[in-house]
């Protein structure tokens, strides 16, 4: 489907997809990522980025399983059946309850990829007034709140529609296209006179001709309002800043940083009474989550996690 074109932008990977059938039906909600059929004491809940599709996160529950049991909540609306969400409270609200479907007491170890940590984030905030305990927030290069970007660029990704269309046009042509010799661009100009669906016809066929042929063009339109429905959710959360957790938080940078924001942490170090370590990935946003990154985030979560229960024991020993 289009989610997984854009979660997976190395074409082989997106081939294993479509050769599996079976990966292709996930429904939305809670989903069980790690293969293995015993579920590890140890869990980690992942909250996917804009697009709300959990492949992102199959290489990561790969290294990690024979030690951690990984879910994902694959977002509502995605299977056409359940209904979509409107807000960041409302998708963190139903994480919670699916979550605690599975494991009712905690203490939970919560994950989110771009938009999702800003998911993650909310959810340990309500985590946190139920009186339930988190054990760690894990930022896969994703800041808590759009309130941590500078005035200008918030004003910046205020545009119209199709401005976005452009944007998520360039940012398919860089995910997909993995080895381009040309540069191919689509001006404003080009889109105005064309209504919202001849405009996403216009992309399409672009794209099409690039090389672009996973998908039909009804999913392409599904995908589109998808993806921006959901870069329009987390643009409107900005949560009260003086409401603070006591959650480590582990941030898995990617090289080139998050635009418009000043903070080495991303702004995580105002949500949290805890430490924020931070990690600098040779990786982009876009495939911060696929091999070889993916082992390197793996090496330094089990590094971190196990420093942080020594230290926890040593101080109950006390």
């Known amino acids: 489907t289009a989610q997984q074109v854009f979660q997976f932008p190395v074409l082989k990977d997106l081939s294993r997809l479509i050769e ?15 293969k293995q059929d015993d579920v590890k ?12 599709n959990i492949v992102s996160f199959y ?38 309850k699916d979550m605690q479907a599975v494991d009712p007491e905690g203490p939970y170890r919560l994950a989110g990829y771009s938009m999702g940590a800003s998911v993650a984030h909310e959810m340990t905030l ?4 139920k009186g339930f305990e988190v054990s760690e927030i894990i930022s896969f290069d994703g800041l808590p709140n759009a309130g941590i970007m500078s005035s200008e660029e918030k004003t910046s990704i205020e545009v119209a529609f199709i401005k976005d269309l452009i944007s998520t046009y360039n940012m398919l042509v860089e995910a997909f296209i993995e080895e381009s010799f040309f540069t191919s661009t689509i001006e404003e100009e ?28 009804i999913e392409f339109h599904n995908f589109v309002y998808m993806f921006l429905k959901h870069q329009g959710i987390w643009k409107e959360y900005l949560p009260n800043e003086n409401r603070k957790y006591h959650v480590p938080v582990t941030l898995f940078r990617a090289e080139e940083g998050a635009i418009g924001v000043k903070d080495e942490d991303y702004g995580w170090s105002h949500m949290t009474e805890k430490e924020v370590t931070i990690y600098k990935l040779s990786a982009s946003h876009m495939n911060l989550l696929n091999p070889p990154h993916v082992y ?17 024991s040593v101080l109950m020993d006390k």
Do not use: W
Not at 300 to 312: A, D, G, M, W
């Open 126 to 129: 309500q985590l946190q007034e």
């Open 41 to 52: 004491k140890e869990m980690i809940f992942c909250a996917p980025g804009a697009g709300g």
């Open 59 to 96: 290489a990561f529950a790969e290294v990690l399983e024979n030690d951690y049991t990984v879910y994902g909540f694959q977002a509502y609306g995605l299977d056409g059946i359940t209904k979509s969400h409107t807000n960041i409270k409302e998708i963190a609200t139903q994480n919670i």
């Open 190 to 217: 080009e889109l105005q006179s064309l209504n919202e669906s001849e405009q996403l016809d216009f992309i399409y066929y672009r794209l099409v001709s690039l090389g672009f042929d996973a998908m039909s063009k």
């Open 20 to 34: 599996n059938s079976e990966e292709l039906s996930i429904p939305s909600g809670l989903v069980k990522i790690s």
């Open 296 to 312: 390197k985030i793996a090496e330094k979560l089990k590094e971190n996690i196990c420093k942080r229960e020594l230290s926890n």
